[in-house]
């Protein structure tokens, strides 16, 4: 088989949209001794996906963390739709679509049928894989899609998720698991599809999408996705729903030195030195101790204070080492939070950049976080909040998130991981360490001890005290 690459079309001042790999049969002679390859075809130049599938080395770590409960979205998920369990999703589609025809008039039907032809070209090329549906399918399908997803926002924005008369809000569970699913890497359609849904269907005085696409998440979520003010990158350009909410989540924002400097960029180019530089810096693969074993040598945890998006912090992770206080940015685990980082993590493998900020944040949390004993340390000092209640369960799944991850060559941490060290390893430090860790390491261990340094100080006193009664 050759390989045939096709461009996808772009207008004068676009950015350049993926380019998809497509199969083309080769033409054998007769005799078999010659092949014929079409490569007339073939791009100079290769973008990456804005719409992966998720590989395999990934996927087979948690299958079902990849797959939607409540709803199919987009092609890469169009065959699962007559499945039991997502059936049923199908028709609310068709209702929210009817009550939008209701709402505006029915010649709206017409105008997003041409619009999402005009849209279908493009669209396509949004995806890693050759999309195999025709094109009245195709069009169908980004239509009730599209359709559904922006009156599910419009909805939350208007009753704050408080319409018990619609079946999706009446149960709150209903809308949790739609959220996740709205975010699963494969289950994705392109935003400028949905935008103009939105901008053909919108009211004066109704909140802007990039508003309604925040709202929603912020509701049906535990985790809020950014710092309070606002979305993060409001005014930058979104690929998708798990894009925005990828650029809004705090833990996964990029160092903002990194950012003023012009490094994180999705069409970053570096040069031959430039990579071979970062290559020899981050041969030195560096760990940090488990919280417990931290805050034996004398390193306390904070949470990071709550900010507005015009004061933030560096990152997510800072150390002040002249006081040992390592601070984090508070996370929420959730029954949905595995699913969401595991999905955020396959789209930040598909960045063009030499920066992984999720993939370091997700490392860094996975050297704390050994056992049950350090999720309570991070607990205890309000940096998670574990609704899942059992800390092994929190424990197990950070230490799962890692596997088969790819890590970034450049580590935004890498300095920080330094100076952590870098304390340990002075001699007070190491000293206090090893003697929390062998001598006190239990409740009983600390009562011995002072028990035993009681006893001490009475006999030193009956000593004292027998020594003077001897003189005088």
Not at 206 to 217: L, Y
């Amino acid at each position: 088989m050759g390989v045939l690459v096709q461009h996808a079309s772009v207008s004068q001042g676009q950015k350049p949209k993926v380019l998809v790999a497509r199969a083309q049969v080769v033409q054998i002679g007769h005799d078999g001794d010659h092949v014929s390859i079409n490569v007339d075809e073939v791009p100079d130049e290769l973008y990456l996906p804005t719409i992966p599938k998720v590989p395999e080395h990934l996927r087979s770590v948690d299958v079902k963390a990849y797959e939607p409960e409540m709803i199919a979205i987009g092609p890469f998920t169009y065959e699962l739709r007559s499945r039991d369990h997502l059936k049923g999703m199908e028709e609310h589609k068709k209702r929210y679509m009817k009550k939008l025809l209701e709402r505006r008039g029915k010649e709206l039907e017409t105008t997003l049928d041409s619009d999402m032809r005009k849209l279908e070209e493009e669209a396509r090329t949004c995806y890693s894989e050759r999309v195999s549906l025709t094109s009245p399918k195709f069009v169908e399908m980004m239509l009730l899609d599209a359709c559904f997803i922006v009156e599910l926002f419009r909805y939350t924005a208007l009753n704050n998720g408080d319409d018990r008369s619609d079946p999706i809000f009446r149960i709150i569970w209903i809308s949790r698991k739609l959220g996740r699913d709205l975010l699963l890497a494969q289950n994705q359609l392109p935003l400028f599809v949905l935008q103009k849904v939105y901008d053909r269907t919108t009211t004066p005085g109704e909140k802007d999408f990039h508003g309604m696409i925040f709202n929603f998440f912020s509701y049906v979520f535990d985790q809020v996705p950014a710092p309070s003010g606002g979305a993060l990158n409001a005014g930058k350009e979104i690929e998708h729903l798990l894009d925005f909410i990828y650029k809004n989540l705090w833990i996964a924002r990029p160092n903002i030195e990194q950012v003023e400097n012009g490094e994180f960029t999705r069409t970053a180019r570096r040069n031959t030195e430039q990579v071979e530089k970062e290559q020899e810096e981050n041969e030195e693969f560096i760990r940090i101790r488990c919280a417990t074993e931290l805050q034996e040598a004398g390193i306390k945890f904070e949470k990071m204070p709550e900010t507005t998006i015009e004061k933030l912090p560096k990152a997510p992770i800072l150390f002040e080492e002249a006081k040992g206080i390592m601070k984090i940015s508070e996370l929420t685990i959730g029954n949905e939070t595995e699913s969401l980082l595991r999905n955020l993590t396959v789209y930040e493998q598909y960045q063009n950049t030499p920066y992984g900020p999720l993939v370091s944040f997700l490392d860094v949390m996975d050297s704390l976080i050994n056992t049950a004993k350090d999720v309570k340390i991070l607990c205890e000092s309000r940096i998670l909040t574990n609704y899942l209640g059992d800390e092994e369960v929190v424990a197990k799944m950070f230490n799962r998130l890692g596997v088969s991850v790819c890590l970034p060559p450049a580590n935004n941490y890498k300095a920080m991981l330094k100076n952590v060290n870098k304390y340990c390893d002075r001699k007070w430090n190491k000293w206090k360490a090893n003697l929390w860790h062998n001598y006190f390491n239990t409740p009983w261990a600390i009562i011995s001890f002072f028990a035993a340094l009681v006893l001490l100080i009475l006999t030193a006193v009956q000593t004292v005290f027998s020594v003077l009664a001897y003189f005088q």
